[in-house]
């Protein structure tokens, strides 16, 4: 499936060359009078072999299908990190984790990392975005470059309680958003990036898809959606801008649906979670029905977008135009693929993994390392590093080289900055684990525990959530506890199981966990606010004047401790 690829992952000339000469064979929108607009989807959590264009018969995405018979379906296109705010971030940027920084569920895209939304403002287009979830704040920075960044959501704001449903938005809200903007856009031509959030756990698809898919319900989130893109489709067709316009269909990432013991998405780097569908429907029915096998990457969709649109993309990003591939060039060339996840070590203090895709062996970066032959191991089972060890060595050695260049030097990610209390509650909510561990940074990777061997206790942690935002708190703190047993030293469980003794008002309990989340994580100013809460909600007074006064004089912007402190005088 994937022949191999040259034996490294240098930009050679003559690949050079032969993209030149394509890009002068092929008609480009730039010898028109009108650029076209553009209409980029990002469906979350989306695995490629759950839609009809890449091969899955028991779902029902017949838009995806027909999208597909008018455009160009890229057959192995890879994300290059399985989370959803860093993935967008490559995919709107054209660059890599390790450049713009955001390499977690939470962080801020660099001011200085050009967006496929401001090249395109800065070339006469409205810019419009519409997102469905708050993992996707404006507050992370992704609305660089957009006339509109629509993320408002009706969240209560209290400090203490957020409500799941209301930080998610249907896709019927999502388009409908959208669709009034389209129609305020005037006669520029456009870049609408539209969201949808549905596939994302947990799964609960409206009627009918409910109850079609009720032993199925992710295949029903994905129905619902395609459904969705039916409308929009529509629309676009009715006012004559479907032909003319550039329309892109991606994912985020993927979806473990138990495949090596994953729950969801963001631990692990195998591809279930990396490979997604790529479409491209060119303006004018251009390769038409095309279909291209070669591996590529989320990090080639923007600087592609701009070639089709005759746009120099910056010297900043790390994609490659895959407008050549479209064409029908370059058929033997897959381009290597990196992907990376911190999630294991910013929260748990287990090691990070690392993968680099070269032809079709995929080598994986962890204390044990795994290598794969994709050719003849789709399901990654076989891991033959150990009988392998020169080829091991060989793209360990690739891997090293690929984050050495494209790592942008001199920036660190500020992630833990924005790890504020109503952000930890809002993404608890939605499911994810949000807690920096400060002790991470100061162990080499090789030195922490391989996620593989921690597997257990992540979907512990995993279920023991689910419970509690699902109205389940005793159950929750139940797991909880049996995961602090296990892993007395972890931050992270302690934490979780001080925030349900809190809401539940055993502030007593309460207090003994976020001690104890100190006792391992003396940074987190996350737990040493929580404590101070608990101070004061038990009559402590003075014990939490001195905690929020020394949150304070770490961060005189903590906006949380300075309310509770008024509270407290």
Request: proline share 7%.
């Amino acid at each position: 499936m994937h022949p191999e690829a040259p034996p490294t992952y240098m930009k050679t000339a003559r690949f050079a060359l032969l993209a030149l000469l394509v890009d002068l064979a092929v008609l480009s929108p730039a010898q028109t009078s009108a650029r076209p607009s553009v209409v980029l989807v990002t469906i979350d959590t989306l695995r490629a072999d759950r839609t009809s264009p890449y091969g899955y018969g028991r779902g029902k995405t017949p838009y995806m299908a027909s999208l597909s018979l008018d455009g160009v379906t890229f057959e192995n296109t890879y994300v290059q990190t399985p989370i959803t705010l860093p993935s967008h971030a490559s995919i709107l940027t054209g660059t890599y984790p390790m450049h713009h920084k955001l390499q977690d569920v939470i962080g801020r895209l660099r001011d200085d990392v050009p967006s496929l939304a401001s090249i395109l403002k800065q070339s006469g287009y409205a810019t419009g975005a519409f997102v469905g979830s708050t993992v996707l704040s404006s507050r992370w920075n992704l609305n660089l470059g957009f006339d509109v960044y629509d993320d408002h959501f009706e969240v209560d704001e209290n400090l203490s309680q957020v409500d799941f449903d209301r930080i998610e938005r249907k896709a019927d809200e999502v388009l409908a958003l959208a669709l009034n903007w389209l129609q305020s856009a005037g006669t520029r031509p456009f870049f609408l990036w539209i969201h949808f959030y549905d596939p994302h756990d947990p799964y609960t698809p409206p009627e009918p898809f409910a109850t079609e898919f009720r032993s199925r319900p992710y295949d029903g989130e994905i129905a619902y959606v395609d459904a969705t893109l039916g409308k929009l489709f529509q629309n676009l067709k009715s006012q004559g801008l479907y032909d003319r316009s550039l329309i892109v269909l991606t994912a985020d990432h993927g979806e473990g649906l138990g495949e090596h013991r994953e729950i969801h998405h963001g631990y692990f780097v195998y591809d279930s979670t990396l490979r997604v569908p790529l479409i491209f429907k060119f303006p004018d029915a251009r390769f038409m029905g095309a279909r291209v096998p070669n591996s590529v990457r989320s990090v080639d969709i923007a600087p592609t977008i701009l070639q089709i649109l005759g746009i120099q993309p910056p010297a900043s990003m790390q994609g490659e135009s895959l407008l050549a591939m479209a064409a029908g060039k370059r058929a033997q060339v897959n381009l290597p693929v990196y992907a990376e996840t911190y999630y294991p070590k910013i929260h748990f203090n287990w090691s990070p993994l690392f993968t680099l895709l070269s032809g079709h062996h995929k080598y994986i970066e962890a204390p044990q390392n795994e290598l794969y032959d994709l050719q003849s191991d789709r399901g990654e089972l076989s891991n033959i590093a150990p009988a392998n060890q020169a080829l091991t060595g060989r793209l360990r050695t690739e891997l090293q080289g690929f984050q050495r260049r494209y790592t942008a030097a001199g920036v660190e990610s500020d992630a833990a900055k924005h790890m504020d209390p109503e952000t930890v509650a809002r993404l608890k909510s939605l499911g994810y684990v949000a807690f920096t561990t400060s002790s991470a940074k100061s162990q080499a990777d090789s030195e922490l525990p391989d996620p593989k061997l921690k597997i257990q206790v992540y979907n512990q942690l995993n279920r023991a959530i689910s419970l509690s935002r699902r109205g389940a708190p005793e159950k929750a703190i139940e797991v909880f506890t049996q995961v602090a047993s296990a892993e007395p030293t972890m931050p992270v469980v302690h934490f979780l199981l001080g925030m349900e003794y809190f809401e539940k008002g055993w502030y007593l309990k309460a207090m003994e966990e976020f001690k104890e989340t100190l006792k391992h994580n003396p940074d987190s100013s996350v737990a040493m606010y929580n404590l101070a809460r608990a101070y004061l909600e038990s009559g402590q007074i003075d014990q939490a004047e001195t905690g929020f006064k020394y949150l304070l004089e770490r961060d005189p912007s903590h906006f949380a401790a300075r309310h509770y402190l008024s509270l407290t005088y």
